[in-house]
């Protein structure tokens, strides 16, 4: 089992950054995909930004050119970079994870933590 422990959410004004971080620990054979969904109130759950293991990125259309996806120093955390935040993306934050444990697929997600973006 993989335990996935995320950092960074907070505060911040329209126009400021944050930084979310999310590294898994447990026993796990393979990853292949580390990345950031988010739910706001009333709304699903949302891809934000996604990495391979080939280090191949995809973003939602709404954060292109303001959040930054990449690997932490080992491959078993990743980090994601919200530059020019809005009020918009205010919403939980969950690190997700997916791989293959033994022979079967894996996938996992984090608590979640609170970003909130003030106008």
């Known amino acids: 089992q993989v335990d996935l422990g995320e950092s960074g959410g907070g505060l911040v004004q329209a126009g400021g950054s944050l930084r979310l971080s999310c590294a898994a620990s447990?026993?796990?054979?393979?990853?292949?995909?580390m990345g950031w969904y988010r739910q706001a109130p009333g709304k699903q759950r949302e891809l934000v930004a996604k990495?391979?293991?080939?280090?191949?990125?995809l973003y939602a259309d709404s954060v292109k050119g303001r959040f930054t996806i990449s690997r932490g120093d080992i491959w078993t955390a990743v980090n994601l970079q919200m530059n020019d935040l809005k009020p918009e993306d205010t919403a939980v934050y969950y690190c997700?994870?997916?791989?293959?444990?033994?022979?079967?697929?894996?996938?996992?997600w984090g608590q979640g933590t609170q970003v909130t973006v003030s106008s």
């Open positions: 447990g026993i796990i054979t393979r990853i292949n995909t």
């Open positions: 990495l391979t293991s080939t280090e191949s990125a």
């Open positions: 997700y994870l997916e791989g293959i444990l033994g022979t079967r697929p894996y996938e996992t």
